[in-house]
């Protein structure tokens, strides 16, 4: 079993940044695929990027691509979200997801998650 614990979200403007940490325990932590999604009010659950467990291979939407980064430290745990150049449409929750995903960008492919983080942009 493996419990994800997210932090770092909050109100931000537009043009801004924010860091969403991701926090596993239970597992070894470099054994996993780890993602990120968010669902904004209304709208289904989307895929936001996805590192492999060695950091190897980062993929992102293309939504975000150029504007968010995401890393992780296998010795240290967390894996990061750098958001920045933030938009009103960024706002939703952020969740943070763990697994061995036969496809990083495919939600129900990934076994574990976080509760979510909220993150709000204004405009």
């Known amino acids: 079993q493996v419990q994800l614990v997210e932090s770092g979200g909050g109100l931000v403007q537009a043009g801004g940044s924010l860091r969403l940490s991701c926090a596993a325990s239970g597992r070894t932590f470099s054994t996993l695929t780890m993602g990120w999604f968010r669902q904004a009010p209304g709208k289904e659950r989307e895929f936001v990027g996805s590192i492999s467990r060695d950091g190897g291979s980062i993929r992102y939407a293309d939504s975000v691509k150029g504007r968010f980064t995401i890393s992780r430290d296998n010795a240290k745990n967390p894996v990061y979200l750098q958001m920045t150049s933030l938009k009103p449409e960024d706002t939703a929750v952020y969740y943070c997801?763990?697994?061995?995903?036969?496809?990083?960008?495919?939600?129900?492919?990934?076994?574990?998650w976080g509760q979510g983080t909220q993150v709000t942009v204004s405009s």
């Open positions: 997801a763990a697994g061995t995903p036969f496809r990083s960008d495919v939600q129900y492919a990934y076994t574990f």
